[in-house]
């Protein structure tokens, strides 16, 4: 069972950890949990460093304003998963579903998210710096207000992105352009018509 303010430190957790719906104030380091059953719990005050989640099921968890340092999750459900106000610097999220994930008001350094789908994930005032999310599925996500540097979005799907115009200075493939076009369009308010006769 996990307690509230202890300390994982080199820990081999897998699913027969139980976990209560509240846990405050624990911190991981340098361990590992595979199948870890974690939906909806809501943790305060996590802090993960050197830490690898792997088949875990974080749909719905509540990780807000979590200190993430040289963390991956691989194979993971983070469907729904907050991460608002989180800080994660070298995090890692590779072949896991992340649908409507909200990362609103996040810092990140040196994220990178591989094969995962991120539909309809909220990154409002996300703040993300060298930054890669590819091949990922990136339709409805929400970049309103956010601030990112050096951040590369190739082989994901752009299509109906909002909040284009915070997409500046990212890098893009060739075939992300018309799909990320009718975006920015719509965030321009041009509209496209007919041209009306003489």
């Given at each position: 069972?996990?307690?509230?303010?202890?300390?994982?430190?080199?820990?081999?957790?897998?699913?027969?950890?139980?976990?209560?719906?509240?846990?405050?104030?624990?911190?991981?380091?340098?361990?590992?949990?595979?199948?870890?059953?974690?939906?909806?719990?809501?943790?305060?005050?996590?802090?993960?460093?050197d830490v690898e989640f792997v088949q875990c099921d974080l749909s719905g968890a509540r990780l807000e304003e979590a200190q993430l340092t040289r963390v991956v999750f691989t194979d993971c459900r983070?469907?729904?998963?907050?991460?608002?106000?989180?800080?994660?610097?070298?995090?890692?999220?590779?072949?896991?579903?992340?649908?409507?994930?909200?990362?609103?008001?996040?810092?990140?350094?040196?994220?990178?998210?591989?094969?995962?789908?991120?539909?309809?994930?909220?990154?409002?005032?996300?703040?993300?710096?060298?930054?890669?999310?590819?091949?990922?599925?990136?339709?409805?996500?929400?970049?309103?207000?956010?601030?990112?540097?050096?951040?590369?979005?190739?082989?994901?799907?752009?299509?109906?992105?909002?909040?284009?115009?915070?997409?500046?200075?990212?890098?893009?493939?060739?075939?992300?352009?018309?799909?990320?076009?009718?975006?920015?369009?719509?965030?321009?308010?041009?509209?496209?018509?007919?041209?009306?006769?003489?």
């Amino acid at each position: 069972m996990v307690e509230g303010g202890e300390l994982w430190d080199c820990v081999e957790a897998d699913a027969q950890v139980r976990v209560p719906e509240r846990v405050a104030d624990l911190r991981i380091q340098e361990s590992r949990w595979v199948g870890g059953q974690l939906a909806g719990v809501r943790f305060t005050g996590l802090e993960c460093r050197d830490v690898e989640f792997v088949q875990c099921d974080l749909s719905g968890a509540r990780l807000e304003e979590a200190q993430l340092t040289r963390v991956v999750f691989t194979d993971c459900r983070l469907t729904g998963t907050a991460f608002d106000g989180a800080r994660l610097t070298d995090v890692r999220i590779t072949d896991s579903t992340a649908d409507l994930a909200g990362f609103r008001m996040a810092e990140a350094r040196f994220l990178l998210v591989e094969n995962t789908s991120l539909h309809g994930a909220d990154l409002y005032e996300f703040d993300g710096e060298h930054c890669a999310l590819l091949g990922c599925d990136l339709g409805e996500a929400s970049f309103d207000a956010a601030r990112l540097r050096e951040v590369d979005l190739h082989g994901s799907t752009v299509d109906d992105v909002r909040g284009a115009l915070s997409l500046r200075g990212s890098r893009i493939s060739p075939d992300q352009i018309l799909p990320l076009a009718t975006s920015l369009l719509d965030a321009l308010r041009i509209r496209v018509t007919e041209q009306p006769p003489a």
